[in-house]
């Protein structure tokens, strides 16, 4: 785009940017200093760096770990390799500690914790307990005549919808509510360990699968929003312990799944932030007179 | 003419075509109107007063009155329209239709000229945006001269259609200054701001909520009269119960165009609070009846009055009020003289001039040599990556397809029309 016009040699002095005045030039002059004189590029762009984008991209790798790890479970409950009582223990034990550390992050933040509070935790945490316990013979039995094609495809796509949906963003202060995508994103994993549990041979085993994902895809997410507040080193460890049990955890049901599961979490953590921050070369934001306004209202 | 908008809608679109349609026939120019139908009643051929054509296309109405992008399927209407009408110039109106994309994607099969009127501003990061713009970069590549309203839109053209800009006129709206004709009020002390605009988002109803109370609070005899419906009629409702200014502010809804003047007499201010807007013929029309205007200072807004004959502000509340308290002034001091506003808005903008300046593009392309399919080709690959293929694909699949109706519909077997209707002659 060229503003040179031959045609017209006349003084741009007279020219004016109105339209309720004639002016001594044609409609499709192209006045050489005014035309897109008010364009702005990249006005308001900060761009990224890599380090902290590193450091955001934990929160999507630690998300990814827990998918594997409890699939991992899954595994070792269908081929009886791990005793359900024990991951039962360990999802209780999982609990315990979460919720230490849940309340430790709260009065480090100074929030108030109220002993009625904590009663009310404590109920609901022992009502889902049971809950899922009278229920595991009705979920293992909810998918059962679906064949098993059907189910790994549909575990594959709730899991993916979780993975899409999660809420990976520092919590904002004074938000209430949790947005609807996250909560979207928990359910699709629960009813990806329900249709997976349909697979399983005995109550217990589901009893415990579904427990554990309580624990790895509801109760997580939230401790994991509650991290933001620790210091980076300490996110960054958290991130290394999940990934090198996910990745050890599958490595023991096959070396490839393992190497597979270990190149994921190294793309998504280093990577795709590089990925993002090359990108940024072809950001071309484009503002002038024509964006909507925004107004100021006191 | 081609256009998705049209009578019976109505809307700025539709009554910018109409008049410019009107003024080209009374030029002595043959106009025919293309859109789409409006079952039951409106279908085939109409002709409008005083004798214009207008095609109502059978084809599927998407959403607000645009059609669905056909392509191809367009083809089969449009071929016999342009052949037995001898159109030697296409002229589309509105970058959301898609009617008027598609005929300029086929004129060059009949070696036809053509022209692109864009009505509005679109932003160049929103989804909205991003999406319709391919669209139009694809419908423009070919495109022989386009127009647009003002130097704001202009600029917003080229960059959204990659065009060259010594292709792009700007030639402003009219009106018709007879039909808002200002009234001789006797004085009084009320002072009447209206406000006539769809109550959207868009619109700025946010600063008119916020600013009309105060307004109100600081000047015991100002009235606010306000014209229009939407969605954030609710906004303006709950304000006026919240400040008790029911006798104050007049909500009258839905206005049709032929009752704007009778609620623009009414007032003695307009106020305009868009947050963008590609001319503001809303308050052209004002300052033509003979209201000071008072605006945001947004899109091409700045371009349309002379400074004198309008107040900006910026696009925030306080500014609003600041603009409002300082044309308040202006017409407590009796500085505004209506009538003195209606002849300046009359010498400024008239369909006549327009259409003359219309005339002036519709010869510069007559003058320019056409595009020859090779390199319409290569331009339609310069597209992009993907959307240089996809357009690509379908110009060739189109020549194809033409060929094919050639064969199966020959031109002698198309109806010409061989006698036109003639207003002269009618008038006799």
Same mark, same amino acid.
């Given at each position: 785009?060229?503003?040179?016009?031959?045609?017209?040699?006349?003084?741009?002095?007279?020219?004016?940017?109105?339209?309720?005045?004639?002016?001594?030039?044609?409609?499709?002059?192209?006045?050489?200093? /005014?035309?897109?004189?008010?364009?702005?590029?990249?006005?308001?762009?900060?761009? +990224?760096? +890599?380090?902290?984008?590193?450091? %955001?991209?934990?929160?999507?790798?630690?998300?990814? %770990?827990? *998918?594997?790890?409890?699939?991992?479970?899954?595994?070792?409950?269908?081929?009886?390799?791990?005793?359900?009582?024990?991951?039962?223990?360990?999802?209780?034990?999982?609990?315990?500690?979460? +919720?230490?550390?849940?309340?430790?992050?709260? +009065?480090?933040?100074?929030?108030?914790?109220?002993?009625?509070?904590?009663?009310?935790?404590?109920?609901? %945490? *022992?009502?889902?307990?049971?809950?899922?316990?009278?229920?595991?013979?009705?979920?293992?039995?909810?998918?059962?005549?679906?064949?098993?094609?059907? *189910?790994?495809?549909?575990?594959?796509?709730?899991?993916?919808? /979780?993975?899409?949906?999660?809420?990976?963003?520092?919590?904002?202060?004074?938000?209430?509510?949790?947005?609807?995508?996250?909560?979207?994103?928990?359910?699709?994993? *629960?009813?990806?360990?329900?249709?997976?549990?349909?697979?399983?041979?005995?109550?217990?085993?589901?009893?415990?699968?579904?427990?554990?994902?309580?624990? &790895?895809?509801?109760?997580?997410?939230?401790?994991?929003?509650?991290?933001?507040?620790?210091?980076? &080193?300490?996110?960054?460890?958290?991130?290394?312990?999940?990934?090198?049990?996910?990745?050890?955890?599958?490595?023991? /049901?096959?070396?490839?799944?393992?190497?597979?599961?270990?190149?994921?979490?190294?793309?998504?953590?280093?990577?795709?932030? %590089?990925?993002?921050?090359?990108?940024?070369?072809?950001?071309?934001?484009?503002?002038?007179?024509?964006?909507?306004?925004?107004?100021e209202v006191g | 003419m081609v256009c998705d908008f049209f009578h019976p809608n109505v809307g700025g679109v539709e009554n910018h075509i109409y008049l410019l349609s009107v003024n080209l026939l009374k030029r002595g120019h043959k106009v025919v109107i293309v859109t789409h139908s409006y079952p039951p009643s409106r279908v085939g051929i109409r002709w409008l007063v005083p004798g214009l054509k207008v095609y109502h296309v059978p084809l599927p109405v998407l959403v607000s009155g645009a059609t669905l992008p056909n392509y191809l399927t367009f083809l089969p209407w449009i071929r016999p329209i342009l052949l037995r009408e001898h159109i030697t110039i296409i002229h589309g109106h509105a970058s959301l239709s898609s009617f008027a994309q598609e005929a300029i994607l086929h004129s060059h099969l009949f070696g036809i000229r053509t022209v692109f009127t864009d009505h509005s501003l679109f932003a160049l990061d929103d989804a909205t945006g991003i999406l319709t713009n391919k669209l139009l970069a694809a419908a423009l590549n070919n495109v022989d001269a386009a127009i647009c309203v003002s130097h704001t839109a202009r600029e917003n053209t080229v960059l959204r259609a990659n065009l060259d800009p010594r292709t792009v006129y700007v030639i402003p709206n009219a009106l018709i200054a007879e039909q808002f004709q200002p009234q001789a009020v006797p004085p009084s002390d009320t002072i009447t701001i209206v406000v006539i605009s769809r109550l959207a988002y868009r619109k700025g109803v946010d600063l008119l909520v916020a600013s009309a109370p105060r307004v109100c609070a600081a000047f015991p005899n100002v009235r606010f009269l306000i014209g229009g419906d939407g969605p954030k009629m609710i906004d303006l409702l709950q304000m006026r119960e919240k400040h008790m200014l029911q006798d104050r502010i007049e909500l009258v809804g839905a206005v049709s165009h032929s009752d704007v003047r009778n609620l623009l007499i009414r007032g003695t201010i307009y106020l305009n609070t868009s947050l963008t807007e590609a001319f503001g013929i809303g308050l052209l029309e004002a300052a033509c009846t003979g209201l000071y205007v008072v605006s945001t200072r947004v899109g091409g807004v700045p371009e349309v009055l002379p400074e004198d004959m309008i107040s900006f502000a910026h696009p925030n509340e306080d500014d609003v009020v600041h603009a409002l308290t300082k044309a308040i002034a202006i017409i407590k001091a009796g500085e505004h003289d209506p009538f003195r506003a209606h002849e300046r808005v009359k010498s400024m903008y008239s369909w006549e001039e327009i259409t003359k300046r219309t005339e002036v593009v519709y010869e510069d392309i007559m003058k320019r040599t056409p595009i020859d399919l090779w390199t319409r080709i290569h331009r339609t690959l310069r597209l992009g990556p993907f959307a240089g293929i996809i357009y690509g694909i379908i110009l060739v699949v189109e020549c194809l397809f033409f060929f094919v109706l050639e064969w199966a519909f020959p031109r002698e077997d198309i109806h010409y029309v061989k006698e036109d209707w003639d207003m002269a002659k009618f008038s006799e």
């Open positions: 785009m060229t503003n040179t016009n031959t045609a017209i040699s006349r003084d741009e002095k007279d020219w004016q940017r109105v339209l309720w005045k004639r002016l001594p030039y044609p409609d499709n002059y192209v006045p050489p200093t /005014h035309f897109l004189a008010s364009l702005r590029k990249n006005a308001n762009f900060t761009p +990224y760096t +890599y380090g902290p984008l590193v450091l %955001a991209s934990t929160s999507v790798c630690q998300h990814v %770990a827990n *998918i594997f790890i409890f699939l991992s479970v899954f595994l070792r409950l269908k081929e009886h390799t791990s005793n359900p009582r024990f991951i039962v223990w360990l999802a209780i034990l999982l609990f315990c500690v979460g +919720y230490v550390t849940w309340e430790v992050l709260l +009065y480090r933040q100074g929030g108030t914790w109220t002993r009625e509070s904590r009663s009310r935790v404590m109920r609901s %945490a *022992i009502l889902v307990f049971l809950a899922l316990l009278s229920l595991a013979p009705v979920l293992k039995t909810l998918t059962e005549a679906t064949s098993s094609d059907s *189910i790994w495809a549909l575990a594959f796509f709730l899991f993916t919808l /979780h993975t899409l949906l999660a809420d990976y963003t520092a919590p904002r202060l004074q938000e209430s509510r949790e947005r609807l995508t996250s909560v979207l994103s928990m359910n699709a994993a *629960i009813s990806a360990a329900v249709v997976l549990a349909s697979r399983l041979d005995s109550d217990l085993s589901v009893f415990a699968l579904v427990l554990f994902s309580v624990q &790895m895809f509801a109760l997580f997410p939230l401790l994991r929003r509650r991290l933001f507040s620790t210091p980076a &080193m300490f996110r960054a460890f958290i991130t290394g312990i999940l990934s090198f049990a996910s990745i050890s955890l599958m490595s023991a /049901h096959s070396s490839m799944a393992g190497w597979i599961v270990l190149s994921a979490l190294l793309f998504i953590t280093f990577v795709a932030p %590089a990925l993002l921050v090359w990108a940024q070369r072809y950001k071309n934001e484009i503002r002038g007179e024509w964006d909507v306004a925004v107004p | -």
